[in-house]
């Protein structure tokens, strides 16, 4: 089933015997994959965030817009601390991050996703991007994760010019992988969404606040919309695909 990613920043966190909330989600760009979720633990656990992988979450309930994740709060409580070198973090992200804990802590105050983010990654805005942390930052070595909240509201740009604003990620929860973009153009009814398949995503350039699409804003609009998520068919999936010249 497909769900709304912008939406879920702002769900509710079942832990079983504690409670969160959803504070960002990362996602690797190359692939279109889901990987960590960022959640509030603030209220119960000295003012700290924790970050799961994704695959540790069980259940998305959209009715009651809360996520149910497999993991105990005796886990997240002596889950390793995230820190930048020379920081004195007892981990620094570095490498594949599937190599990474399954569960990290950090500190809520320094917007931890945000933290990952700068800490190991490239700016994806091709294979020639600088990490950001410089290049002889020597944590900066792995492919970069992108965090939801900073390509929420990026300006879209088209092969021809601006197409409009980034307003959703779509992704499947079986697959765990990104399945459509949602593209506000200002000039179409408001009940109608307008999504790009993810293949066509070429790059975030997020110092720059824009994301770029193969495609273009008169395309974008005649495409066809996604009017709910509940019950999508694979026939809408496969119109979607086809209308952009896609198997």
Same mark, same amino acid.
């Given at each position: ?60 309930? =959209?009715?009651?817009?809360?996520? @149910?994740?497999? #993991?105990?709060?005796?886990? &997240?409580?002596?889950?390793? *601390? /995230? $820190? ?58 792995? =492919?970069?994760?992108?965090?939801? @909240?900073?390509? #929420?509201?990026?300006?879209? &740009?088209?092969?021809?010019? *601006? /197409? $409009? ?79 952009? $010249?896609?198997?």
């Amino acid at each position: 089933m497909l769900y709304s990613l912008n939406d879920i920043l702002k769900y509710n966190v079942d832990l079983g015997d504690a409670r969160g909330s959803v504070e960002d989600i990362l996602f690797e760009a190359e692939e279109g994959r889901v990987c960590f979720v960022a959640i509030d633990i603030g209220g119960w656990f000295d003012s700290r965030s924790a970050v799961l992988s994704a695959e540790r979450v069980a259940e998305i309930d =959209a009715d009651a817009r809360t996520i @149910s994740v497999d #993991v105990a709060k005796q886990e &997240i409580e002596a889950a390793p *601390e /995230i $820190g930048a070198a020379g920081q004195g973090g007892a981990f620094q992200p570095a490498g594949d991050w599937t190599a990474w804990p399954k569960v990290m802590v950090g500190p809520s105050a320094s917007a931890i996703a945000r933290d990952l983010v700068s800490f190991i990654g490239f700016d994806p805005a091709g294979e020639d991007a600088e990490p950001r942390g410089g290049k002889d930052d020597d944590i900066a070595t792995a =492919a970069g994760l992108t965090a939801v @909240s900073t390509i #929420v509201s990026t300006t879209a &740009i088209g092969s021809e010019g *601006e /197409i $409009g604003r980034v307003i959703d990620l779509l992704f499947d929860d079986d697959s765990l992988l990104l399945s459509h973009l949602v593209v506000d153009t200002g000039t179409v009814l408001p009940e109608r969404q307008m999504v790009v398949p993810i293949k066509l995503l070429s790059h975030f350039a997020e110092e720059d606040g824009h994301t770029v699409l193969r495609t273009t804003k008169d395309a974008v609009e005649k495409s066809p919309p996604l009017e709910e998520f509940d019950g999508l068919e694979r026939n809408w999936l496969d119109a979607v695909a086809a209308y952009y $010249g896609l198997s």
